[in-house]
């Protein structure tokens, strides 16, 4: 007799960012030349005083269980982390360390949502908002954005989508967003923050690329911008891609003391604690790790001057200048409604590119933006230069005639 699967699994779809980069991965391990834009990863190793810090921890037989939240030393560093770059005070009991961000985010949902609550998002979104939010019961509300609005959402569009609902509750934030790089100044999260406060909205402020921002703008937390909004606001942020740490699974949550500590429970039952190792490195990885990160972002804003540039330059093609975080996201709506291989969509274009082009980027129907396609930047300069090459070249054979 075949066990009913749940209806909550058979909802969730699975992550096509990590989908497209599996199957990249795969055709590369069959001698197939393809070139990945679709990772979510830094390109760069993991700096070697961190790995060095890992090393240590197993030699010293640091394996075993530690403090579901995180071992205390590391939390303290968490604290002067977000005391030194965020100008955030907080107490090392009021940080859930996490196995990812990912993680983080979702135990806090778990922990505040009751079934039928509403969680505003704006969109594009990062691919796993929206199933998370369906996971706790809860709905899940787009506040749509566009390229003349930088793919940021308003004070006023924000309170008219409050209105507009029954039992609004959180309102997940991401800055510098994933997929557009869209980065929110001071001003703007000021705006937000004050309806957010008087609609009673819990704030959840996805960090996670805080320190890949360019062109002289500085980060801007949402949480430090009054002590009443820090009440009302969940920091999420981990090690992963400042620090080139995704494989070693490492995040965290930082806000109102009771949250915190229900989040930290649902844990204790779920994934229990960080890998122990991993604790001891990002010690390390907070305290001395900046100078690898200016590196890196050097880097990366190089690759997104170059791709953001070329994009543009490709007939009826339109790519929003990135401010941050390693993506690219570029309109192509053209190449949808006007092409003779029967494309109809981000996901066709995409597998069509993949197939006869060996080229692997995400369909903007992933970040519920059908008319883009996704870039990651995180690989190198060689490999965006032939890309784009291939990606011209398969727009132009897939257009039809002129009209």
Known sequence: MAIEISKRAKTIKPSPTLTVSSLAKQ???????????????????????????AKKAIDNNFTRYTNTSGIIELREAIAAKLKRDNNLVCNPNDILVSPGAKASIMFILMTVCNPHDEVLIPSPYWVSYTSQVEMVDAFPVFLPTTMSTSFKINAKQLEEAIFSLKNPKVLILNSPNNPTGSV??????????????????????????????????????????????????VLINGVSKAYAMTGWRLGYAAGPSEIIKQASRIQSHTTSCVNSITQKAAIVALDEGDDSVSVMREEFKKRRDFLVSKLN???????????????????????????????????????????????????????????????????????????????????????????
């Not at 001698?31 to 810090?53: H, L, M, Q, R, S």
């Not at 291989?341 to 129907?365: H, M, Q, R, T």
């Open 313 to 403: 330059k490709i007939p009826n093609v339109k790519c929003f200048m990135p401010k941050g975080a390693f993506y690219a996201m570029p309109d192509v709506s053209y190449y949808l409604q006007n092409n003779i291989k029967g494309i109809e969509n981000s996901i066709d274009l995409c597998e069509y590119l993949l197939k006869e082009f060996k080229i692997a980027i995400v369909p903007g129907s992933a970040f519920g933006a059908d008319n883009f396609v996704r870039f990651s930047y995180a690989t190198s300069r060689d490999n965006i230069k032939e890309g784009l090459k291939r990606f011209e070249e398969g727009l132009k054979k897939c257009i039809s005639r002129v009209r």
């Open 27 to 53: 055709m590369k391990a069959e001698g197939i030349d393809v070139i990945n834009f679709g990772a979510g990863e830094p390109d760069f190793n993991t700096p070697d005083v961190i790995k060095n810090e």
């Open 184 to 233: 929110y100044i001071r001003e703007e999260l000021e705006e937000i923050a004050e309806v957010c406060l008087k609609h009673n909205i819990l704030i959840i402020s996805d960090e996670i690329y805080e320190k890949l921002i360019y062109d002289g703008i500085k980060h801007v937390s949402i949480a430090s911008i009054s002590d009443e909004v820090r009440e009302m606001t």
